[in-house]
């Protein structure tokens, strides 16, 4: 089983940025897309952006567009997640997630906007 391992969470204040990057054990070429998620505590698990590894074709949820920005380099088998103004709100566990045509799922990051 492929194996995702993410980092680059942590603690920033609103208006900071941070790069969340997903680093799969094998090549990304074996699925057709990636995906980040998120949860908040007391929420349900929401996806974040999705991007599809031959493509490159993206998508951005109406609550982060304009301001994150999902990206991979097949090279390195990693997917990256750039998060720009953030928000209390942005506050959750970030999850990488590979789809098609078998998944799988990171550990998680944890990312705190907090003044």
């Known amino acids: 089983q492929v194996q995702l391992v993410e980092s680059g969470g942590g603690l920033v204040q609103p208006g900071g940025s941070l790069r969340l990057s997903c680093e799969a054990s094998?090549?990304?070429?074996?699925?057709?897309?990636m995906s980040w998620y998120r949860q908040a505590p007391g929420k349900e698990r929401e996806l974040v952006a999705t991007?599809?590894?031959?493509?490159?074709?993206?998508y951005h949820s109406e609550s982060v567009k304009g301001r994150f920005a999902i990206s991979t380099y097949n090279a390195k088998n990693t997917v990256y997640l750039q998060m720009n103004s953030l928000k209390p709100e942005d506050t959750a566990v970030y999850y990488c997630y590979a789809g098609g045509p078998f998944t799988s799922w990171g550990q998680g990051t944890q990312v705190t906007v907090s003044s």
């Open positions: 991007v599809t590894v031959l493509g490159g074709d993206t």
């Open positions: 094998e090549s990304i070429f074996r699925f057709h897309f």
